[in-house]
């Protein structure tokens, strides 16, 4: 149980294209998500969180017009990287923890690779 | 602003070597999670603790916490290739499920 998927896995966009990775919980109700962006041998570091229902919060230095987060539903968030950049291009991750759960229970997706060419 | 450090950030072993990861805060944790990930994987969780003092172990990894809970230890017995990967931390520093990560520690063990 407590399935994190993404789609897609990978992605290849023009410079000035906006792109959209779905995050969903297979088998479980996630009433907050996370997105998380990471550069080769680093670490995770955090965007934003996503509440369902509600605007998503964003940790400083994060552009939300770039970066739009969607939370539309218990199992699924989106982030919409807009008119990227070349500088955009990462592993974005998202997380998402159990409605319910315990509270540092927090379950991980595989990832999305964004390219921007 | 609630800091995370975690070392060394690079280490490269021979198999059968022993290991020791460190993260620390000046802040207590709530809780305090490891993961390994794999190169364009998601983190996988290997162990959570929350109790200070607290000593976890996974076949040849020991997870500890301290006893104030500001510091945690992994420490890996006799390692293999198989071990190598990104390690990192990662602490809740309130009930809330916001998460923050250490820097990471990539582990290479060569045969």
């Known amino acids: 149980g407590a399935v994190v998927s993404q789609h897609p896995s990978w992605v290849i966009c023009k410079s000035g294209t906006s792109v959209k990775i779905e995050c969903r919980s297979l088998d479980f109700q996630a009433t907050t998500m996370f997105w998380y962006r990471q550069f080769p041998k680093q670490s995770l570091m955090l965007m934003a969180t996503s509440n369902e229902g509600s605007k998503a919060t964003y940790e400083q230095g994060v552009e939300k017009d770039k970066f739009l987060i969607n939370h539309a539903s218990l199992t699924l968030s989106t982030l919409t990287v807009t008119s990227a950049h070349p500088e955009d291009s990462s592993f974005y991750i998202c997380s998402a923890h159990q409605a319910g759960g315990a509270y540092y229970e927090q379950y991980f997706g595989p990832g999305t690779r964004l390219t921007v060419t | 602003t609630q800091l995370l450090e975690q070392s060394p950030q690079f280490l490269s072993i021979q198999e059968g070597e022993n290991l020791t990861v460190y993260c620390n805060s000046s802040s207590v944790f709530s809780s305090l999670q490891w993961y390994r990930q794999e190169p364009g994987e998601g983190p996988v969780l290997l162990v959570t603790?929350?109790?200070?003092?607290e000593v976890k172990k996974l076949k040849r990894l020991t997870f500890q916490f301290g006893d104030a809970r500001k510091d945690s230890s992994l420490h890996i017995t006799a390692a293999q290739p198989g071990d190598t990967g990104l390690y990192l931390c990662?602490?809740?520093?309130?009930?809330?499920?916001?998460?923050?990560f250490g820097e990471g520690t990539q582990l290479t063990v060569n045969p």
């Open positions: 990662a602490g809740q520093f309130a009930s809330g499920s916001r998460l923050t």
């Open positions: 603790v929350v109790t200070g003092g």
